[in-house]
């Protein structure tokens, strides 16, 4: 298979100047005929062009060896007379031996060729490959939009990208495949041309024939070898024409077609009906009309009409009883959702598939994404209407209680950017980020592009919204069960591991170390290095927060890493004055370890901290607080309400980092003493 081609290839090149007999000329040209039939009808079963995107090279090859069946036939013709029982029949039996018949019949068959299917399948090959390469932008765009929100993963993305470069490269070979198809019908004209002038030359002149008898051996044979040539040609041209203009479907163009076709019966009636009424033209033979016509009226009794079934109730339905009052029924109306989305009446459209709404499609993506991301499994988002919401509102549920609300506007996308003034429209806030935005109308995102905005529908902005919500109370959503999953998951492959976690911990426990690192936005998705760590450090306590930071300190840089931009890590430390002052004042109680420190140096600290860290973001910088892990939980639970976006990292965390820079150092001094 892989020499075939290339072999076949260098034999048509032999062709060309090797002289052929008469036996082997008639199987090739068999060969031709059945060749150029079968790219046809595989050209009409493939339900997309990049089905057969080998295309453009076998109309190459094709074209390539009719050419030199061409030069073969037109050696033997001028030399001998006889070409092969296949063109001496075309000749004379095909065209009944007449000359003028057969050159008619060539040139009507090279006229449909080159006139009408050639360049009409050029043309549209031509702007097939335009406006593809144009829309390569477009679908690349598409392609990123729908990984980041998590309808696909890599390896999806990776394949539809390689489908639109091989989209862009298949069209772009058919536009110049194209010109082959185009230059073998000019080339047949030629040929044909120049074997007739020949013939009569080489009859009337070399071998004495009269002018009658030239006619009749050189001329016909000239016709019969345009005719085997033209007929695989203009197969070709039709293969040509129906992948360049075939779309992408489901299924082969013949089913496709009778199934468009027969969708409606009306068209069928009326064609029917049309053929009927022609037969009161005086003249005009009745019976062939009457056939087309009663065939037509026929088929359209076959079809069902359109929206037949539309009205009928749905008698399985309509026959059950209403549901009973059961415990389980109430047991289910009662149960509260972890995780809960709630549309306004106007914002149902999102979730109707039949409208083009997606937003269920992209919620299960995004549960998808966010297992991928932190390494929990997102529990089902119920999504239901609710007539008590505002118009243009969504609220986000967690537990039962409304945790968010935003808006998305029917009609409009969300342009985010500086320079929206004049733009008409609704001006809003990014929910997430809360940056400066307008809900313009949808027909002017192109405009707001141009703007220099972002522009984003409204199913992602709420999938974003609903992100932000997931991953801020991750610890929240990760329940007794979800650890259950989790574990068992480990099990499969780690089975050990396992074993010595649950012998020194109890699910309960588990489950609170794992909910402390998703409070600080770790990902657990190592669990076998977690879950390690955690037995390794529950044989000397079980004390919770002593457990997170040996999870911590297992997982060090790939804590650290996300937060070094550009591979520095901005850090803030503390003084090793009022470190040790935090050491000495660590308390242990209920939650965990606290920190006991003078009010007034607490103020001064917060205050001091405060000002370091609006310093850095003013520089465009993330800062992050960097401390002793002995007092790290404590020091977090400290300052989260001052600075809740700054991470708080230990010193054994940021050792992997290449570049950790000083962002500043507080010591909770008073003024006076740090001036001077």
Same mark, same amino acid.
């Given at each position: 298979?892989? &020499?075939?081609?290339?072999?076949?290839?260098?034999?048509?090149?032999?062709?060309? #100047? +090797?002289?052929?007999?008469? /036996?082997?000329?008639?199987?090739?040209?068999?060969?031709?005929?059945?060749?150029?039939?079968?790219? =046809?009808?595989?050209?009409?079963?493939?339900?997309?062009?990049?089905?057969?995107?080998?295309?453009?090279?076998?109309?190459?090859?094709?074209? &390539?060896?009719?050419?030199? =069946?061409?030069?073969?036939?037109?050696?033997?013709?001028?030399?001998? %007379?006889?070409?092969?029982?296949?063109?001496?029949?075309?000749?004379?039996?095909?065209?009944?031996?007449?000359?003028?018949?057969?050159?008619?019949?060539?040139?009507?068959?090279? /006229?449909?060729?080159?006139?009408?299917?050639?360049?009409?399948?050029?043309?549209?090959?031509?702007?097939?490959?335009?406006?593809?390469?144009?829309?390569?932008?477009?679908?690349?765009?598409?392609?990123?939009?729908?990984?980041?929100?998590?309808?696909?993963?890599?390896?999806?993305?990776?394949?539809?990208?390689?489908?639109?470069?091989?989209?862009?490269?298949?069209?772009?070979?058919?536009? %110049?495949?194209?010109?082959?198809?185009?230059?073998?019908?000019?080339?047949?004209?030629?040929?044909?041309?120049?074997?007739?002038?020949?013939?009569?030359?080489?009859?009337?002149?070399?071998?004495?024939?009269?002018?009658?008898?030239?006619?009749?051996?050189?001329?016909?044979?000239?016709?019969?070898?345009?005719?085997?040539?033209?007929?695989?040609?203009?197969?070709?041209?039709?293969?040509?024409?129906?992948?360049?203009?075939?779309?992408?479907?489901?299924?082969?163009?013949?089913?496709?077609?009778?199934?468009?076709?027969?969708?409606?019966?009306?068209?069928?009636?009326?064609? %029917?009906?049309?053929?009927?009424?022609?037969c009161l033209i005086p003249g005009l033979?009745?019976?062939?009309?009457?056939?087309?016509?009663?065939?037509?009226?026929?088929?359209?009794?076959?079809?069902?009409?359109?929206?037949?079934?539309?009205?009928?109730?749905?008698?399985?339905?309509?026959?059950?009883?209403?549901?009973?009052?059961?415990?389980?029924?109430?047991?289910?109306?009662?149960?509260?959702?972890?995780?809960?989305?709630?549309?306004?009446?106007?914002?149902?459209?999102?979730?109707?598939?039949?409208?083009?709404?997606?937003?269920?499609?992209?919620?299960?993506?995004?549960?998808?994404?966010?297992?991928?991301?932190?390494?929990?499994?997102?529990?089902?988002? !119920?999504?239901?209407?609710?007539?008590?919401?505002?118009?243009?509102?969504?609220?986000?549920?967690?537990?039962?209680?409304?945790?968010?609300?935003?808006?998305?506007?029917?009609?409009?996308?969300?342009?985010?950017?500086?320079?929206?003034?004049?733009?008409?429209?609704?001006?809003?806030?990014?929910?997430?980020?809360?940056?400066?935005?307008?809900? +313009?109308?949808?027909?002017?995102?192109?405009?707001?592009?141009?703007?220099?905005?972002? #522009? /984003?529908?409204?199913?992602?902005?709420?999938?974003t919204h609903l992100s932000e919500i997931?991953?801020?109370?991750?610890?929240?959503?990760?329940?007794?069960?979800?650890?259950? #999953?989790?574990?068992?998951?480990?099990?499969?492959?780690?089975?050990?591991?396992?074993?010595?976690?649950?012998?020194?911990?109890?699910? %309960?426990?588990?489950?609170?170390?794992?909910?402390?690192?998703l409070q600080e936005k770790v990902a657990?998705?190592?669990?076998? !290095?977690?879950?390690?760590?955690?037995?390794?450090?529950? !044989?000397?306590?079980?004390?919770?927060?002593?457990? +997170?930071?040996?999870?911590?300190?297992?997982?060090?840089?790939?804590?650290?890493?996300?937060?070094?931009?550009?591979?520095?890590?901005?850090?803030?430390?503390?003084?090793?004055?009022?470190?040790?002052?935090? &050491?000495?004042?660590?308390?242990?109680?209920?939650?965990?370890? /606290?920190?006991?420190?003078?009010?007034?140096?607490?103020?001064?600290?917060?205050?001091? =901290?405060?000002?370091?860290?609006?310093?850095?973001?003013?520089?465009?910088? !993330?800062?992050?607080?960097?401390?002793?892990?002995? #007092?790290?939980?404590?020091?977090?639970?400290?300052?989260?309400?001052?600075?809740?976006? +700054?991470?708080? &990292?230990?010193?054994?965390?940021?050792?992997?980092?290449?570049?950790?820079?000083?962002?500043?150092?507080?010591?909770?001094?008073?003024?006076?003493?740090?001036?001077?």
């Amino acid at each position: 298979m892989q &020499l075939g081609i290339p072999v076949g290839i260098v034999l048509i090149v032999v062709m060309l #100047v +090797v002289p052929l007999p008469t /036996v082997i000329l008639d199987l090739l040209i068999a060969l031709n005929i059945t060749g150029a039939l079968l790219v =046809l009808l595989v050209a009409m079963f493939v339900r997309r062009p990049l089905d057969f995107a080998a295309f453009p090279a076998v109309l190459l090859v094709l074209t &390539l060896f009719r050419l030199a =069946l061409n030069v073969s036939a037109t050696r033997l013709v001028l030399l001998d %007379g006889y070409a092969g029982k296949v063109i001496d029949t075309f000749g004379h039996f095909v065209v009944g031996g007449s000359l003028i018949v057969g050159l008619i019949v060539f040139l009507i068959l090279l /006229v449909i060729q080159f006139v009408v299917i050639t360049n009409g399948a050029g043309r549209v090959a031509e702007v097939g490959a335009r406006f593809t390469l144009d829309a390569m932008p477009g679908k690349q765009m598409a392609i990123d939009a729908d990984l980041n929100s998590g309808l696909i993963d890599e390896d999806e993305a990776r394949r539809r990208r390689a489908e639109v470069h091989a989209e862009a490269d298949f069209y772009g070979a058919m536009d %110049g495949a194209s010109k082959f198809v185009k230059g073998d019908a000019i080339a047949a004209i030629i040929i044909t041309v120049v074997n007739l002038i020949g013939g009569f030359a080489i009859g009337v002149a070399q071998k004495g024939m009269s002018f009658g008898e030239a006619v009749e051996t050189y001329s016909l044979l000239t016709v019969g070898d345009g005719l085997v040539s033209q007929i695989p040609a203009l197969l070709l041209s039709v293969a040509t024409g129906l992948v360049v203009t075939r779309s992408t479907a489901d299924e082969d163009m013949g089913t496709d077609i009778m199934r468009q076709i027969t969708a409606n019966r009306t068209p069928l009636q009326v064609a %029917g009906g049309a053929a009927l009424a022609l037969c009161l033209i005086p003249g005009l033979p009745k019976l062939p009309f009457i056939i087309a016509g009663g065939a037509m009226l026929l088929a359209s009794t076959r079809v069902p009409s359109s929206g037949q079934d539309e009205d009928l109730p749905d008698e399985s339905t309509a026959a059950l009883p209403p549901a009973a009052d059961t415990p389980e029924s109430l047991i289910e109306d009662v149960r509260v959702d972890p995780l809960g989305l709630e549309l306004s009446a106007d914002l149902v459209d999102l979730v109707d598939a039949t409208s083009g709404g997606d937003l269920l499609v992209r919620v299960k993506g995004l549960r998808r994404k966010i297992a991928g991301e932190i390494g929990i499994v997102v529990p089902p988002v !119920r999504t239901r209407d609710n007539v008590e919401l505002p118009p243009q509102t969504y609220a986000i549920r967690l537990f039962g209680v409304e945790v968010a609300r935003g808006q998305a506007p029917p009609g409009t996308v969300l342009a985010i950017g500086d320079h929206l003034d004049d733009l008409p429209g609704t001006a809003g806030r990014e929910p997430v980020f809360g940056l400066d935005a307008k809900w +313009v109308p949808i027909q002017l995102a192109a405009q707001a592009e141009l703007a220099g905005a972002t #522009v /984003v529908d409204r199913a992602s902005v709420i999938t974003t919204h609903l992100s932000e919500i997931v991953t801020r109370h991750a610890a929240r959503l990760l329940d007794r069960q979800d650890v259950q #999953v989790l574990t068992d998951v480990v099990k499969r492959t780690h089975p050990v591991v396992i074993e010595e976690l649950t012998g020194q911990l109890s699910l %309960g426990e588990v489950q609170r170390v794992l909910q402390g690192l998703l409070q600080e936005k770790v990902a657990i998705r190592d669990l076998v !290095r977690i879950f390690e760590a955690m037995s390794l450090r529950a !044989r000397d306590t079980k004390d919770t927060d002593a457990l +997170v930071e040996a999870c911590r300190a297992e997982l060090g840089m790939a804590i650290a890493h996300p937060y070094a931009v550009g591979g520095v890590l901005e850090a803030i430390t503390f003084d090793p004055l009022l470190e040790q002052r935090m &050491l000495e004042a660590s308390r242990q109680a209920e939650s965990g370890t /606290v920190i006991a420190l003078d009010p007034d140096l607490l103020q001064r600290v917060f205050a001091e =901290l405060g000002q370091v860290v609006s310093a850095v973001e003013n520089r465009g910088a !993330r800062p992050v607080l960097v401390c002793a892990p002995q #007092v790290r939980a404590a020091v977090r639970r400290l300052v989260g309400a001052i600075v809740p976006h +700054v991470p708080v &990292l230990s010193y054994r965390e940021v050792e992997g980092v290449e570049h950790v820079r000083s962002a500043g150092v507080v010591s909770g001094q008073p003024a006076s003493q740090l001036t001077g």
